[in-house]
């Protein structure tokens, strides 16, 4: 049969109307018992498989469901449960795998991490003394059901053993093959039950080809899938890769599987280059990413069609399987619920129920010709057309701007050293100054008058006295305190990226457009869909109100152009960081403002910056000088005598300490909670000697930190650090902590900056 196939890798979890979060919120508040809670999650699975069949998707994936995280889920079928959480063998109970994901009174959660370059965290597996054994076989549970339920013959899909060592912790490089090797005969027990129910197609997920794998790495794959191969032969493994161009092409397509899955999408080009040089095995199906999974626009299907036509020179018809570039994990559920937005914004649009549409047609297209899917590339081509002619795309003054970007000065006046003096003597500060990273504790009475303003409950004017009363308590809370350096309390914000997505131009909020985040946690990125520009200033009111209360400097607070960025669904007609370049210059004026205004100091947060780094190393450079780039180009039009600090959470600072050093930021105030010293080493190797707070306490526990701790925590600092440079802060914002031990835990940090200073 020479069917072209559509396929799917993954689909969302969450459903239309997160029912999938409630059901399991309910179910930890204990509003909803165990059987009722899988009752109701059984439901949802099937109910997205039913789906997928409405569709027409003919390889249907099954297994990728999960009630966290299908890392934890691989992690538990193997019984690998961390020893703190007093496990002691079979199958690992509801009870069990949610503690592992959310701690317990005594044991800590495993840690998470974020999922490749995506925003998806998953739970990362303990392997210090794992003995693992298959405890069920769980992609062979999830196809019976599919099976039984909805009489269709599912794809199981399964975190492959290679990827899954590689994204655990707990062992040294050394140990890595001996690990993965331990896995083996468990992968292949799976695969053999598989076969002997007569699965025809699986889906091993090894994303981390698509890394800056090691040449050993590439080797251990050969030998890891010879074995699988031999425990199932009869059963048609596709190796899935996605998020970036293979590593190791030739080696990838010679491996003993049956098929490769490739993104075509997020290689930039490199995949198919590949497939065009070195051809394609006659034997092997070739699964095509051709509908971006990540983002949420409409396909080009004219253009997609094209790319499927060129891999049709190297792989007959019959071998082709047409799916997205990866698992819809990463998109909203459907575009079908947002019935507010603008209809030439909507049509533009693609969530993860009209990918699988787009998928269908493509695979239609290849199969019976172009001719047979003509109007709907006509129409895809149409709607594309109308969003990149609309004004939203076409502002002639951002245009102009991103064109003569030389035109904008992207260095401070005078270099640190020179600033620093200035800025020491008009602000007098203190030596170690203490401050604070921005928000405070948003109390339900905020979130409650928030709320009565967006619904017309509260005038303008109501809401704006609101929160000047509550600017103006913690102002008096600030000073009663003895901080050197103050904020205004971010009491006007839900969210850091919204709150300036809502008042620039370029952006929209959708309705229903959540993305699961981690767990039970969804968020709902703002669209980048259009030139992105300043039109009134954002926080001139709040801050300019707040440094009319004190004569302490009032620091002005922005979320800075690359958190933006990768916090949102960025527009793909236009590079990344032309729009990185139109947010800064937005950001810009809004700096122009504060200053105009006499604020005297400016912090631009930049959390995000670290986990946008690219999966391979060789576009780390560019995506650092272009994020160092976009910071500058919107901080630097500030006079010498203006502070600009900036923000980070905690990461792996390691690797882009140098980037840190190029923002050129006078203050750098960094959270350093989780990271057991390491972060003092990465600045201690690298001599920073700019201004700088290493958070002393940690901001989240609600417990009061004991004042001999953050005087160690401090000492320990400096250590290294030149006490001239260094800040007393807390590790982050404090907006989800109580008011008590907010104040509590504050009044012991300005204690110990105090005692700390007698020693100079
Ligand atoms: N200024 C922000 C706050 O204090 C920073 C938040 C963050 O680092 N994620 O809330
Ligand atoms: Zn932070």
């Not at 695979?363 to 149409?382: F, M, N, V, Y």
């Not at 999966?615 to 039009?637: D, G, M, Q």
């Not at 007393?728 to 012991?748: F, H, M, Q, S």
């Amino acid at each position: 049969m020479s069917n072209v196939k559509s396929s799917n890798l993954g689909y969302p979890r969450i459903g239309e109307n997160r029912e999938w979060k409630k059901a399991l919120e309910q179910y930890w508040a204990e509003q909803i018992e165990k059987d009722e809670f899988l009752k109701q999650m059984e439901e949802i699975r099937l109910q997205h498989l039913q789906k997928q069949i409405d569709q027409g998707i003919d390889l249907i994936p099954v297994g990728d469901f999960s009630l966290y995280d299908q890392v934890l889920d691989t992690a538990v079928m193997f019984g690998l449960v961390p020893k703190r959480f007093e496990y002691s063998g079979g199958k690992v109970s509801l009870e069990t795998y949610f503690h592992i994901a959310r701690g317990t009174k005594g044991a800590v959660a495993s840690e998470m991490t974020k999922w490749f370059n995506t925003n998806y965290h998953y739970i990362v597996p303990e392997l210090d003394e794992a003995e693992p054994v298959l405890i069920e076989n769980r992609p062979l549970q999830f196809y019976k059901e599919a099976k039984q339920k909805l009489n269709i013959k599912g794809k199981p899909v399964i975190l492959g053993p290679i990827t899954f060592v590689s994204l655990a912790k707990g062992y040294n490089e050394s140990q890595f093959k001996e690990l993965v090797n331990q896995f083996v005969p468990l992968y292949a027990e799976i695969l053999r039950e598989l076969q002997n129910e007569g699965v025809e197609w699986v889906q091993i997920d090894e994303p981390i080809l698509s890394t800056s794998i090691s040449k050993e790495t590439m080797s251990l794959f050969y030998n890891v899938y010879e074995a699988l191969n031999e425990a199932a032969p009869h059963v048609k493994v596709i190796l899935q890769t996605y998020f970036e161009a293979i590593e190791f092409y030739e080696e990838t397509i010679s491996l003993p599987v049956h098929g490769i899955g490739f993104d075509f999408v997020h290689d930039q080009g490199k995949n198919l280059e590949a497939l065009k040089k070195h051809g394609y095995p006659k034997d092997k199906v070739l699964a095509a990413g051709i509908i971006d999974g990540r983002n949420i626009w409409r396909a080009d299907l004219e253009k997609q069609y094209s790319v499927l036509e060129e891999i049709e020179h190297f792989v007959s018809k019959g071998r082709i399987i047409v799916q997205p570039s990866s698992s819809l994990l990463h998109v909203p559920v459907t575009v079908k619920s947002e019935e507010k937005l603008d209809k030439i914004l909507s049509d533009a649009l693609s969530f993860a129920d009209e990918k699988l549409q787009e998928v269908v047609i493509l695979s239609k297209g290849i199969h019976d010709g172009k001719e047979a899917i003509q109007d709907d590339i006509l129409k895809s081509t149409k709607s594309i057309a109308l969003l990149n002619q609309s004004s939203f795309r076409n502002n002639k003054a951002v245009q102009e701007a991103s064109q003569h970007l030389d035109t904008y000065k992207a260095e401070r006046e005078a270099p640190f050293h020179v600033r620093q003096g200035i800025q020491e003597k008009s602000f007098q500060l203190p030596l170690l100054p203490t401050t604070t990273i921005g928000s405070f504790p948003q109390t339900q009475e905020v979130r409650k008058q928030r709320l009565k303003w967006r619904k017309g409950e509260l005038t303008n004017t109501e809401y704006k006295h609101f929160i000047q009363a509550e600017i103006k308590k913690w102002i008096e809370i600030q000073e009663e305190l003895g901080i050197d350096v103050l904020v205004h309390g971010e009491f006007e914000r839900t969210d850091m990226v919204e709150y300036f997505g809502e008042k620039l131009d370029g952006f929209v909020f959708t309705k229903f457009g959540w993305v699961q985040s981690y767990g039970s946690r969804c968020v709902k990125p703002p669209l980048i869909y259009g030139d992105v520009s300043f039109k009134d200033p954002m926080t001139v009111e709040e801050t300019v109100y707040a440094q009319s209360l004190t004569d302490k400097p009032v620091k002005g607070m922005l979320t800075g152009p690359i958190t933006i960025l990768n916090w949102s669904f960025v527009r793909d007609d236009i590079s990344r960081y032309g729009v990185a370049n139109q947010i800064a210059l937005a950001l810009r004026k809004e700096i122009e403002e504060l200053e105009k205004n006499g604020i005297r100091m400016i912090q631009v947060d930049e959390p995000a910056i670290r986990e946008g780094l690219p999966l391979k190393r060789e576009k780390w450079e560019n995506y650092l000088n272009a994020a160092v780039y976009a910071f500058k180009l919107s901080t630097s039009v500030v006079k010498n005598e203006t502070q600009i600090h900036t923000h980070m959470c905690y990461s792996d600072f390691e690797e882009i300490i140098d980037a840190i050093h190029d923002l050129d930021a006078d203050v750098i105030s960094i959270e350093t909670s989780r990271s057991h010293g390491e972060l003092i080493h990465a600045f201690e190797d690298n001599t920073y000697d700019k201004g700088i707070g290493l958070g002393v306490y940690d901001i989240h526990s609600p417990r009061v930190p004991k004042l001999e701790e953050l005087i160690t925590n401090i000492d320990r600092a400096l250590q290294v650090l030149d006490p001239k440079f260094f800040w007393i802060n807390p590790d982050c914002g404090l907006k989800t902590r109580g008011e008590e031990e907010t104040i509590a835990a504050l009044k012991v940090m300005v204690r110990a900056a105090e005692q700390s200073r007698e020693r100079f």
